[in-house]
């Protein structure tokens, strides 16, 4: 059993030797679950912005960044540190790859970035958008978030996702191929879902070859369609002690060498219905350090 949480910060610190700061935009793209090619109205759990709510706003990229850096400079502003442009706000690869070769770069050398992660669904990954991003990797380091959530079908189905698990496992793989780190999303309390679901949907996207791993905390946010069915039929929710011991069950789980991108999340204080509790960041990530080292404590 490792001792040691494999987290973001600590890998990027390995790999560029300093703090690596990432400048969250909305690259202006849409998303097939809400456009009618595959689905309408997107995932039941997604905000109006996406899942980009804490993504700048503006009228193009170069701003956006700018704002951005601004905003993050009362809070890193000595930090010696290295940038990375994250693309966060719906599917991030779903346009013509000129289009896609125009973002991508134009962010980069706006922001003077060495970095640049990619959020998208897996069924918006095809051979040209692997062959962009294997070109963009030979001079930038290059990771996709594929947004899986869970394995369990079922409630992929009642989430709205709109594609197969094995969609996701020929994406990883066609990425993996090319040299792309990829990082999973997993959303922990879906309504249904048991711890066991939970666990097996980071067992497979680790099976996959995932490279790291983002879990979510299941936020019922104003405007979406999760909660309106919470609203009609209210379905059982973590408490904050439950979500710790559960983090932590995924975290002794997890290989060594799979870094661990995020333990929680964050949601608009405006839009958050429940768990409020979540909404003390702090809190919940300083809960999980001290169970963490409860467990691992020498006896």
Known sequence: MKNEIYTANKFY?????????????????DCPNRDGTVGTGGCIFCSGRGSG?????????????????????????????EYMVY??????????????????????????????SIATRPDCIDGDI??????????????VELGLQTSNEKTAELINR?????????AVKMLNDAGIDVITHIILGLPGETNRDMIKSVDFAVNAGTRGIKLQL????????????????PFKLFEKDEYIDLVCDILERLPEDIVIHRMTGDAPKELMIEPWWSLDKRSVLNGISKQWKRRHAET
């Open 13 to 29: 610190r390995d790999k560029f030797g300093k703090k690596l700061i990432k400048l969250s935009i909305d690259g202006g793209f």
């Open 218 to 233: 299941l936020h019922i946010l104003k405007g979406t369609r999760l909660a309106e069915m919470y609203g009609d039929k």
């Open 87 to 116: 693309f966060q706000a719906f599917t991030n690869t779903y346009a013509p790859v000129d289009i896609l070769r125009q973002k991508y770069y134009g962010a980069l050398k706006a922001a003077g970035a060495k970095a640049i």
């Open 53 to 81: 709510d804490f993504a700048a706003k503006g009228e193009d990229i170069e701003s956006q960044i700018s704002d951005a850096k601004a905003r993050l400079k009362e809070k890193w502003g000595g930090t010696d540190c």
């Open 130 to 143: 692997v062959e962009l991003l294997k070109e963009i990797s030979q001079k930038y380091y290059v990771t």
């Open 162 to 170: 709109c594609y197969k698990n094995d969609v996701y496992v020929n």
